[in-house]
């Protein structure tokens, strides 16, 4: 029984995905109701962002954020995008009300998270707030996991500059 228990912690405490890590390839649907797949975005850095839900407030902060700069993560070649758990149609209501240029996608089933190895935040309540930063091979250059949403985008717009160089 003691190993059954040791097995089944194990499993239960993936590891997220670091620095120097590969992206996992994963499929999705955006905000258009397009498939999406990651693959096709291999070939330039990419700012892959886990956000809790849309319309609530850090959250719309973060989103908004990311919208003010996107131009500049364009300018150094870079995507943005987003994911949570959200439904195809709240994306889309989201997306138009804020105006946002950039990616998001739906991952009602959380496997997109759990493959990133992305938390849950406040005491596992709420899911949690991450960023990758991968060069254009799809090598992972940056993770930060904040409950601030705004401190996210300075920090990934450096690690971006940084890639170009």
């Known amino acids: 029984m003691k190993h059954r228990a040791i097995l089944f912690a194990i499993k239960e405490t993936k590891m997220s995905l670091k620095i120097g890590d590969k992206l996992p390839f994963f499929t ?9 797949e990651l693959r096709d975005y291999i070939g330039q850095p990419l700012v892959i962002y886990f956000y809790p839900k849309d319309e609530t407030r850090v959250c719309t ?21 987003g ?19 950039f990616i998001l996608l739906s991952d009602e089933n959380k496997a997109i998270r759990k493959m990133f190895g992305v938390s849950k935040d406040y005491l596992g309540l709420i899911d949690g707030r991450t960023t990758f930063v991968a060069d254009k091979n799809g ?3 940056f993770v930060f996991d904040s409950t601030s ?5 300075e920090k990934a717009l450096k690690i971006v500059q940084e890639l170009t160089k």
């Open 61 to 81: 902060e973060q989103a908004c954020s990311f919208r003010d700069n996107y131009e500049e993560f364009k300018e150094f070649g870079s995507e943005v995008i």
């Open 28 to 36: 999705s649907v955006d905000s258009h109701g397009n498939n999406f």
């Open 139 to 141: 090598i992972i250059q």
């Open 149 to 153: 949403g705004k401190i996210h985008i």
């Open 83 to 101: 994911i949570s758990s959200d439904s195809v149609q709240s994306h889309t209501n989201f997306k138009n009300k804020f105006n946002l240029p």
